[in-house]
């Protein structure tokens, strides 16, 4: 068997938090749904974990229940980058500065070196300069990654 090609430039690593993935999957438009789309395209590369796909499905089935066969979908279409879960002491750690349910998420990012964590819990996330600092990570919404890969692609065609 032949390896598989690698791309010349990689695709941007990102962690999807379980708010974007919600509303990718309950609307067909809007930012979040793009970078769902770009996912399944190969333009970006989603890091996920046990934890993330089980936060995902037990929503989903709480709030959208009609939702869930379109995450199974997602998850056999596009090409996720699966990661460990955090350790607990890992986990234990972050929530020092952020509410314990997100902790698990932020040390994902973190010991997953991702490019971007990607979320719409501004409150939690965004808002607390401490997240940011603490963790090295870019925090951005949907909408900021969207107007990042315009600025680049906009750049790149120029």
Excluded at 52 to 80: D, H, T, Y
Excluded at 125 to 141: D, H, M, N, R
Aim: hydrophobic content about 45%; charged content about 20%.
């Amino acid at each position: 068997m032949l390896p598989t090609p690698q791309p010349e430039f990689p695709p941007p690593r990102i962690l999807l938090d379980t708010s974007v993935i919600f509303a990718g999957l309950k609307s067909n438009s809007g930012a979040s749904y793009a970078l769902l789309i770009l996912c399944e395209l190969g333009l970006l590369r989603p890091v996920t974990s046990p934890y993330l796909v089980a936060e995902i499905e037990r929503i989903l089935g709480q709030k959208a229940p009609s939702a869930l066969l379109a995450f199974e979908r997602l998850q056999i279409f596009i090409n996720w980058e699966f990661s460990e879960d955090a350790s607990p002491e890992q986990v234990r750690e972050w929530e020092q500065i952020i509410e314990p349910n997100d902790a698990p998420i932020l040390a994902l990012g973190v010991s997953a070196k991702v490019q971007r964590l990607v979320t719409l819990d501004v409150k939690d996330f965004l808002k607390s300069p401490e997240v940011t600092a603490q963790s090295g990570l870019k925090i951005v919404t949907p909408r900021q990654v969207m107007v990042e890969i315009r600025q680049v692609l906009a750049h790149g065609f120029a």
